[in-house]
């Protein structure tokens, strides 16, 4: 989360990619621990891609992602975009 907030980038996760991470972190048998690594591992692509994406705002996490490595809900700011 705060590396997104670094480049202004709101991060938002969705109640069923939490417990889609949850359901993950219990298949595995890592409990709280592995939380952190299957949420690093939906988002790997993206921490790359943030710095530069200058317009965007708001990235929504839903369960597709955590599930099915879909892409996550971008959301840009209109007034960088025009800039």
Same mark, same amino acid.
């Given at each position: 989360v705060r590396l997104f907030e670094m480049d202004g980038v709101k991060l938002h996760f969705t109640d069923d990619a939490l417990r889609a991470v949850a359901r993950q972190a219990l298949a595995r048998k890592t409990g709280a621990r592995g939380l952190r690594s299957i949420m690093e591992g939906a988002m790997l692509d993206l921490m790359y891609e943030i710095p530069s994406r200058p317009d965007l705002a708001e990235v929504v996490v839903n369960a597709g992602v955590i599930e099915r490595?879909? %892409?996550?809900?971008?959301?840009?700011? %209109?007034k960088a975009s025009q800039a």
């Amino acid at each position: 989360v705060r590396l997104f907030e670094m480049d202004g980038v709101k991060l938002h996760f969705t109640d069923d990619a939490l417990r889609a991470v949850a359901r993950q972190a219990l298949a595995r048998k890592t409990g709280a621990r592995g939380l952190r690594s299957i949420m690093e591992g939906a988002m790997l692509d993206l921490m790359y891609e943030i710095p530069s994406r200058p317009d965007l705002a708001e990235v929504v996490v839903n369960a597709g992602v955590i599930e099915r490595h879909e %892409k996550p809900v971008l959301l840009f700011d %209109k007034k960088a975009s025009q800039a």
